[in-house]
């Protein structure tokens, strides 16, 4: 059973910067790609990053590029989401997620999530 935990989310500044964890058990996962997808109240959840595990392959939304970094330890099965540069409208609750094979945009192709963390930014 694939079990996914996040951690890292909080409060911080417009400007500010968090590092997102998503820890991941239960299979081998050099076969998957695991993702962050974030929902803010009353809006679909929404493709943010993937990094798939056997290359380190990574896919960024547009709202990211330059701002956040995808990254994983395989020694810790964890992948990292590193968010500098934060805006109010990156506030939203963070969803891992994994898949295995390829990478896809769209959360319905994930079977496997996390429980969440919040990241609100003040502005």
């Known amino acids: 059973q694939v079990q996914l935990v996040e951690s890292g989310g909080g409060l911080v500044q417009a400007g500010g910067s968090l590092r997102l964890s998503c820890a991941a058990s239960?299979?081998?996962?050099?076969?998957?790609?695991i993702g962050w997808f974030r929902q803010a109240p009353g809006t679909e959840r929404e493709f943010v990053s993937t990094?798939?595990?056997?290359?380190?392959?990574?896919k960024y939304a547009d709202s990211a590029k330059g701002r956040f970094t995808i990254s994983r330890d395989n020694a810790k099965n964890t992948v990292y989401l590193q968010m500098n540069s934060l805006k109010p409208e990156d506030t939203a609750v963070y969803y891992c997620?994994?898949?295995?094979?390829?990478?896809?945009?769209?959360?319905?192709?994930?079977?496997?999530w996390g429980q969440g963390t919040q990241v609100t930014v003040s502005s």
């Open positions: 239960g299979r081998t996962f050099s076969s998957y790609v």
């Open positions: 990094i798939r595990w056997s290359d380190g392959n990574t």
């Open positions: 997620a994994g898949r295995q094979g390829l990478s896809y945009y769209s959360s319905a192709f994930y079977p496997y």
